[in-house]
């Protein structure tokens, strides 16, 4: 009589759904090459590495422009929409939703681009929730309790939290080396759809 192999008992342990990382976790990371309303645009992706929590040091955290819109003169306001999209931890991407707690520029300066500007940063949380919200009740109508699920997983993933960061002046740079305080949540299997 053959018996199951040791990883099968592992694998059966392992609760369906389990997450990888635990809702609203702290991390740290580093940028690993410039991101500016300067040099890059809508759809180009950019990497940070994880500095903090020890379980994920030195994985990679990645992300997409979603808006670069420069000042153009000294007196304009510069633009740059981003989101941190996926963590690749453990041999695969891990796909997440982050918000910007707080951040340092290349030299250590918090909340300033690399101009020493101040830069304003929002968080559009509360759009995505409303998504979910709207989602939910059109899934409702159109399936009962079945189609609110449906409804409010297609509403989150149509709005994903993305940041936004605004200075006076002609462009936003973070140089290579600034750092992101963010706060993680995982996306479960529902909210990828």
Do not use: C, Y
Not at 15 to 42: D, H, M, Y
Not at 80 to 99: C, E, K, T, W, Y
Not at 105 to 123: I, L, T, Y
């Amino acid at each position: 009589m053959k018996l199951p192999s040791l990883s099968w008992f592992l694998l059966a342990a392992l609760p369906l759904g389990a997450q990888t990382i635990p809702s609203e976790t702290e991390f740290r990371v580093k940028l690993l090459a410039p991101l500016s309303t300067e040099t890059n645009r809508k759809g180009d992706k950019f990497t940070a590495q994880v500095l903090v929590p020890d379980q994920f040091k030195g994985d990679m955290m990645e992300g997409e422009v979603k808006e670069s819109k420069s000042g153009g003169k000294v007196r304009g306001t510069s633009v740059l929409n981003f989101s941190f999209h996926s963590i690749h931890h453990g041999g695969g991407p891990v796909p997440i939703d982050a918000q910007v707690k707080s951040f340092t520029n290349s030299k250590g300066v918090q909340d300033a681009d690399e101009e020493g500007r101040v830069v304003q940063k929002k968080n559009n949380l509360g759009k995505t929730a409303a998504a979910a919200g709207v989602g939910a009740l059109i899934g409702a109508i159109a399936g009962g309790a079945k189609g609110a699920a449906i409804g409010a997983g297609v509403g989150a993933a149509a709005s994903l939290v993305f940041i936004q960061m605004t200075v006076k002046g002609a462009n936003v740079t973070f140089a290579p080396g600034s750092e992101f305080v963010l706060s993680v949540k995982e996306r479960r299997a529902a909210d990828r759809r």
